[in-house]
T-cell receptor
Framework: EAQVTQNPRYLITVTGKKLTVTCSQN?????MSWYRQDPGLGLRQIYY???????DKGDVPEGYKVSRKEKRNFPLILESPSPNQTSLYFC?????????????FGDGTRLSIL | QQQVKQSPQSLIVQKGGISIINCAYE??????FPWYQQFPGKGPALLIA?????SEKKEGRFTISFNKSAKQFSLHIMDSQPGDSATYFC???????????FGKGTMLLVSP
């Protein structure tokens, strides 16, 4: 089954403790991205990657890092999480870069930073 | 600066009625306008999309109407069903780029 898999689905942690949210897709997609969803704000893009070793900032990149060492994986790293990063995070992928490429989303990771 | 404005924030429609969600954009470089549907506990999923060279696109009970001069587009759900209860996001992107600019979402409840 074609899918985008995120782990963990839920995480409660404390300020300053480094964490990584993994994202993996099995569709051989070139393009991957991370969004955060906050009430009343919709989805906002954090980072995206057009291919292996090619990443760029989205609208809200502060406090986050990403890497794309393999085509299927695109982890999101919070090196020193803060409470304002409490949010619902989604990873998405599409076949390639392009506005007409439908994006496939994972089921989300709910992070709570205390 | 919010580039895609979506309204209403929430909507209650009776079964069989028409649900209408509106979006307006500011960036004239946008040339692809998808709608995503999100159920609780799930990620958004592409529902229907339109390019500005057409004024309307219909897929089953879902129709997008597009007004290029007004920079507005809307989603119409005909014969709304309880299973349509979800959050709907309009979005926009620019040719050649995958980055989506989302509206803030509309929570639709279709009452039985």
């Amino acid at each position: 089954e074609a899918q985008v898999t995120q782990n963990p689905r839920y995480l409660i942690t404390v300020t300053g403790k480094k964490l990584t949210v993994t994202c993996s897709q099995n569709m051989n997609h070139e393009y991957m991205s991370w969004y955060r969803q906050d009430p009343g704000l919709g989805l906002r893009q954090i980072y995206y990657s057009m291919n292996v070793e090619v990443t760029d900032k989205g609208d809200v990149p502060e406090g986050y890092k990403v890497s794309r060492k393999e085509k299927r994986n695109f982890p999101l790293i919070l090196e020193s999480p803060s409470p304002n990063q409490t949010s619902l995070y989604f990873c998405a992928s599409s076949l390639r870069q392009g506005s007409d490429q439908p994006q496939h989303f994972g089921d989300g990771t709910r992070l709570s930073i205390l | 600066q919010q580039q895609v404005k979506q309204s209403p924030q929430s909507l209650i429609v009776q079964k069989g009625g028409i649900s209408i969600i509106n979006c307006a954009y500011e960036n004239t470089a946008f040339d692809y306008f998808p709608w995503y549907q999100q159920f609780p506990g799930k990620g958004p999923a592409l529902l229907i999309a339109i390019r500005p060279d057409v004024s309307e696109k219909k897929e089953g009970r879902f129709t997008i109407s597009f007004n290029k001069s007004a920079k507005q587009f809307s989603l119409h759900i005909m014969d709304s069903q309880p299973g349509d209860s979800a959050t709907y996001f309009c979005a926009a992107s620019t040719s050649g780029y995958s980055t989506l600019t989302f509206g803030k979402g509309t929570m639709l409840l279709v009452s039985p």
